[in-house]
Structures are given as structure tokens and as C-alpha cells.
RNA sequence: GCCGGGAUGGCGAAACUGGAAUACGCGAUGGACUCAAAAUCCAUUGGGGCUCACACCCCGUGGGGGUUCGACUCCCCCUCCCGGCACCA
């Protein structure tokens, strides 16, 4: 006898319910009917949910699985609480990856994009993902990108845009400006490649102007992860101080202009320190020697890469001028240096020295002879070296006894009463570079006109259409600087000749208002139609990944104020609650394709559908955590919905053949129990959505009905009668589909079908737990004698105190450990546990 | 170095406001079905002791201390892991 082998894997045998066919169903019904399609609809609260959108770089990946499984379930949850839900998708479609890609195989930009972008699209159908396909938005779509020229001239006119030449952060791979947020550690933060400083001129936006307003709204954001706020805090860097001059001696016409956070130390400023790039240094040069040496020690910093001025605990390095400064407060003559632990891009480039309480100042002035004197009394047994805590003022003159916040007071009162300096505030964050050196952008609309100089491209001739015809070679430069068609232009102001702008602007520009756009995607007398964004916005719900923590999250929070301070909403803040997701981790690391652990989703909706993928993504752990991808996991989550599957079409007729609801008093015992658990888990699982979004534990009280249906269908044979049975298992299975809708979609849809439904599942609301079905006759109650359990009772809910205690002191099991020793006293909580405490 | 987050069975993870530690899933073991396997269904599954067996007992949430009738949960100290920032004056 020949055995016939199949190609069949396991997992395609006949016993699997036939998820393709299925989900291929509901997909298209869903689009036909357009069944997510929403409108402004004042009768009912809105709810927009939504997830960051992806950049097309050619398929989805985990991370896109599960970001939007997540933010599925939230969607079609809230929905079917009642809410009018916003749930949009696009694509944040400009960007290097088509530039590298058009230079590497030879294919346009915009072809690449779009080829991505259909596949993509496709991809995130076969998820069952509940968009409203109608309001795709594409940013490079000169439709989405002529409202953000708009903007940026309304920013140009109020010079919250501006041109600068400065030194920036330059990827030598991208070949490209980047903005201080997009270098992480030092390196580009999508190449990786070492960023290096370059001079170059370029665009940016005035965050800083905003600096204060971004930090203050950090206290104003319940709904974000703390740590998340703690990041843009840090960001945002606020350090508040002084700023004073130092004459320098000799040199009446010049003074040396610091920034402090403590100006109560001042008496103990020994020396002050220029950043070795600092202007004034060249000025201050004495003879040919000290010019030879300052050079060459700025040329060696210079060449310090990035990464070497990051290591940690290395020898800070200087050099003494001999030009000497005066300390204003002691008016002792102190010695300047240049070094390069002073960075020039921070505060004025120049630092009072005060190794007393500065560790890095008491490092350098231990290396190179300097004085050191304390100004702040440490505490008795003090071993440390520069002290940094609060303590009273010693060694400083009209400063002495003070504290530390009363003597800064003191200290700058003074600066401020003398005319040598005021109170300042500084930010470590930077205005946002937005001039990208490349091709695949949105075009700013400026134009250099050789009477009028700088102006903006007029409203009426927006957009600035990013060519088609280009030549992309990556070899650095813009390369629209060489399409002469756009290039050369007439001045909008005179007619004259003029060339245009060749920079474009860094994409996170788009995904700084793509949100807002989703409102009114195809509205065309503005970047946004006013009711419709009054009425959606504020983002209820902002799903995504940690790593945008500063970038994306904090660009969007200033580009919003922005547009209010414009005019053109009302709106302080864009994304009211956030979640953070964690990453797809397999095998001890994140995906990628370096590591060869990455899994294909395309791959898992063959072989198990797409309901199973999303229910493993949001069962294996709760979303804000890493999730660890296990194969043997996904087959369980397809095991669950096969036993499901399994149930319903197995009892089909008994199913469809059910009465009415059972109600209270006619249930048996056994079946008031039964009818409990539906109800406990109804209860359970709207819980966990509610609270923290917590679906896995939400899917562990579904699985947990399915395993009492299993038990209940052949307990409930001869214990109850065939309408009760009935009547109880249709309630519990349509509880089930209704709880089990926005996990697993397809499957919930064609089951309830199945049932006899003529209208989708997703017309119904949620289930409510009935508040007759949820009351309990008795509780069980835990003794312990002395912390330990020991027994357990049933007792009747309304037990009293004195009930409960005598029948546990009485307890069989209770007894013995009681009997030789002696009772101290009774611990009784209702409902919970008795414990009783006894003397040794 | 600073700032966050974390450590619970063989594994992913639960545990409300301090009240039965390990729900749910994976894996494993045994049974039913089958010629056999797969699939499925049922049962067991933290470690140890004791017992023919049931019962029962001891230990157990990274380590050490504390508060409490009672601690995964609160307080103090320590170790390790992950993430962010990193000379910001």
C-alpha cells in the first residue's frame, strides 16, 4: 500500500477553519459598504484614534503589525461603545530611502513610493485594519505639500522661519543637514553613519521661540507616558541663571560675556574658559607664539570626531592664554583659557570657572594649577571634591551665610544694580534645521531674486512643484540646484531673474500636521477646513513607537502652536492620550535583518490569517511592553480561534434554534452560574480595554469563556432543560463574538452571521454585564491562623463579621492549629479572608 | 555619571486600593480517539518533604533588612538587565 503524502504543511489541514476565504469576504464587504466611512455627526461623541503613519519603504513589518492591530481594536472598540471614530491612514512618502533607491536601481522616486505604497496599502486590507480608506493622505502629494509651503511662508513673514549660515550636524552617508534630534550618540539616526560639523547655510525654525511653552505643557499632558514627558523635559533642557561680563585687563574696549546657573558661587571663580572656537579668542591674542599655539590646539579639537568628545571621563583639555580676565565680584585678576570642555553652541561659548562646586572645574584646575576656593560650607565629614549641595555661603563676601537660592538672588541683584549682567534663561534645545540637501522633498517656496534678495513665492503660485526631470547621482549638493527649468524663476516681487531655493525640507515637516489633514484630506481653500477640525481634534488616541519620544512627538507639539499662533486653529496640543508601544523583540533582540530574526507578516497571514497574527500581537504581552515573538505562541492564538470556530459549528443548529435571553428566576442553579461568567467576563474585559488597554489580559478572559463553554455544553445535557441550555449557550456565544470583534474581526463577523445575523457585527454595541447576573449567593473566604492559609469557607454574601469569625474559629481544619495555642485576635475582612493571630 | 523602566514557574505573562502568588497562553507528561500518526478532547504540571493513596507540612515573586495580623505590592540598602541623555556651565 503506497501512502499518499500531501504538500500540506500541519497547518493547511482541513480541520483549520478557512480563514482565507473569510477574511477575503469581510474585507470586501467592508470596503463596498464602506463600513468606516465617518462624518462630522454633532448627535454623537467623536473619537479620533490614531496611528502614526508609515513611512512606505516597501512591506509592513512587525512593528507596523502590531502598532496597528493595537490601534484597530481600540478603534472598533470605541465605536462600538457608540463613539463617531476617526481612524485615517497615509503615508509619510518623502524621504531618502526612494533617493537611494532611484540611485542604486535606477527607478524614480515617486514610481518607488508609490509601487510601496500600493503594496502597502494592500497589506494593511489583509490586516482588517478599520480605516476610512477615503481619507488617505500622501505627503508627497503636491495637494498635501502646497499647504505646507503656505506655511512656511506665514512662518518666513514672521521670521519663525529663517536662514542662517551656522554649524550643523552633516551625514556624510545621507550627504545631508540633519537637526540635533535626528543624531543619536553621535551618528545619523537613520544611517547610522558618524555625523560630522559642518559649516554650511541653511533653514530653520524657530522652536526655540517656543522653548518655554513646549515645557510648560509637559505638566499638562496626563494622558502621556511619564517617561516620555521626561524625555522632552530633557530635550528641552531649561537651565535658568545669569549672564555677566568679565573685563579683561588691559582691555577696556573688551569684556568676556558668561552664562552661570550659579551666580551665588561667583566669588569662587578662579578662571574662566572660552570654548576653543569662541570669536573674542582671536581678538585676544598677544604675540605670534600664542597664534601659532591657539591654532594648533583648535585644530586638534577640531579634529576630534564626535564620538571622541562623548567618551566619558577624558582628560579635559585647555590651554592658557595670557590674556587675564577680571573676576567682578572679588576684583582679583584671574587666568583665561580655552578648552574644549566648553562648547560654543551653548549659552555664550564662555564659562565662569568654579572649581569649589563645578567636579569638571575642579578637574581642570586641578591639572593645571589653578587656585580652588569654596565658597559653599559643606557638611561636617564632607570627603568629596567640588561640593554641588545647598549649604551657606563662605569665602564670598556680601554673600556670606547664605543659602544657595537666597545668595543667587542676592548675587544677580547685584550683577543687575552694578550693570554688569542680568538674570537668563537658556535652552539645550536648538532651533529645527529643516534644510535637507537632497531631492525627494517638499521644495521651500523662497526665492533669490538679484534686486530684492530673499522673498517668498507668491500664495497664487503655490505649489512649488518638485520636478519630475532630475539627474540623481548621490554625490552631494542639491541636486535640484541642477535642473535649470526650476532653478531659474522670475522674482515674484519685480519680475526680474531670480533662482529658486534647492534645499528641501526635512520630512518630519509633514508628519508635524498630517494628523490635521486627515480632517478635511481633500479640502482646498486651506492646509485645514476649520469645523472639521474643530470637530475632530484634538487626537483622542496617539499610538506609536517609543523612538519618536523627542523627534516626531515634539515637532508635531510645536508645529501645532504654531497654526494656532497663525490663526488657523484653536488648539494648544495635538494628541491628548499616547501610548507608547514596545518593540517586537525575537530571540533576545529587535528585528533586523542584520540579526536574520525577522519575520515576514505577509508570510504569517498565509499560513494562519490575519485574526490570528493580531490576536498574538496583542495577547503575547500589554502593548506598552516589549512583545517577544514566539512561533509556538501564534499557533496557539490560531489554536483559540479554530476551538472557537469548532464550537459555533458544531452546535450550529442548537444555536440558531435558541429562545429568548434567559432571564433571573427561571435559570437552574447550574445555569445562574454559567450565566455568571458571561457576565464576569463581560465585566473583566471592557475593564481592561478601559483602564490601560491592557487586551492581553482582556483575551485571557475570553479564553477563559471558551473553556467554560466547552465545559458547559456537555455538563448542561441532563442538568437543565433543553430551552434553558439553549437559550444560555446562545447568549454566551453571541457574548463571546461581540467581546471577541475588535481582536479578531473576520472570524467574529462570519460567525455571527453564521448565527442568523443579517446586519454586521459591528452595527451592535458593546455588551453591557447585567448587574442581576453578576450577584453572588456566597463568597469564599480564606482562613489563615497567623498569615498562613490554612482553610477555606463558603459563606453567604451577607454574613456578618461575628458570623464569619465564630464559623472560622470553629473550622475542622482551623482547630488544631488553634487548640495549643492562644488566640490573640481576629483579622476579618469581609467578602476576603479571616486571620486569626496567636500568642506563641 | 544622571534620568526613566524592569527582575515573578522550563518560557510569554497575571495578581484591583496591602488580603488564596503563578490567571491565560506556550512547552512538558499521562489518558481518550486512531492500524498508526497528526489534529482534537480530557487530566496533571513552582520546588521539596511525607504517604500505598488521599490528606497534610515546609520553602518560594533578583538579594538583604524594615513596617504590618498579613507584603509581588509600602519604606531603606544592594545586585543585575533594558532604554534615554551625556562635558549644557
Redesign the pocket.
Known sequence: MVKISTNMS?HD?L?RYPFREIEARWQRVWEETKAFKVSEDLRCPKFYCLEMFPYPSGRIHMGHVRNYAIGDVVARYKRMRGFNVLHPMGWDAFGLPAENAAIEHGVHPAVWTHENIDYMRAQLKQMGCSYDWDREVTTCDPDYYKWEQQIFIRMFERGLAYRKRSTVNWCPSCQTVLANEQV??GRCWRCEADVIAKDVEGWFFKITEYADELLAWCDRLPGWP??VL??QR?WI?K?E?AEFDLPVVGRPDGSIRV????PDTSFGMTYAVF?PEHPLVDRLIADEAERAAVAQFQAEVSRQSEME??A?D?P?RGLRLKARAINPFTRQEIPLFIA????M???T?A?MAVPGE?Q?DWDFAKAHGVPIIRTVQPPAGWEGEAYLGDGPAINSGFLNGLRVAEAKRKAIDWLVANGIGEPRV?Y?LRDWGISRQRYWGAPIPIVYCEVCGMVAEKDENLPVLLPRDVQLRGKGGSPLADVASFVNTACPRCGRKAHRETDTMDTFVESSWYFLRYCCPTYAGGMVEPHAVNYWMPVDQYIGG?EHAVLHLLYSRFYTKVLRDLGLTKLDEPFVNLLTQGMVIKDGAKMSKSKGNVVDPDDLIRAFGADTVRLFSLF???PE??L?W?D??V??AS??L??IW?FVESHLEELRAAGREPHGDALSEAGRRFRRSIHETIQRVTDDIEDQF?F??A??AI??LV?AL??FAPASQDTMSREERRALLREAVETLLRLLAAFAPHLAEELWARLGHRTSLFEHRWPQPDPQALIRGEV?I?V?V?????S?LTVAVGAGEQQIREQALADQ?VRPWVQTRQVDRV?V?PG??V?I?TRQ
Open positions: 500541519p489541514s480541520e543619536e550618540a511619564e517617561r521626561t524625555m530633557n533642557g537651565s541663571g552664562f552661570t546657573t550659579r570654548a568628545r562623548l566619558v577624558r579635559k574644549d570642555y566648553v562648547l553652541g551653548y549659552g561659548g564659562i563645578d569638571r537658556h539645550r517609543i503575547a504581552a500589554p511592553k516589549d517577544d514566539n509556538r505562541g499557533e496557539g489554536r483559540f479554530n476551538r469548532r491592557h492581553n489580559t483575551l485571557s479564553m477563559e473553556n466547552y465545559a469564599l480564606v489563615q497567623d498569615g498562613k492559609v490554612r477555606r481544619r483579622v475582612v476576603r479572608l486571620n493571630v
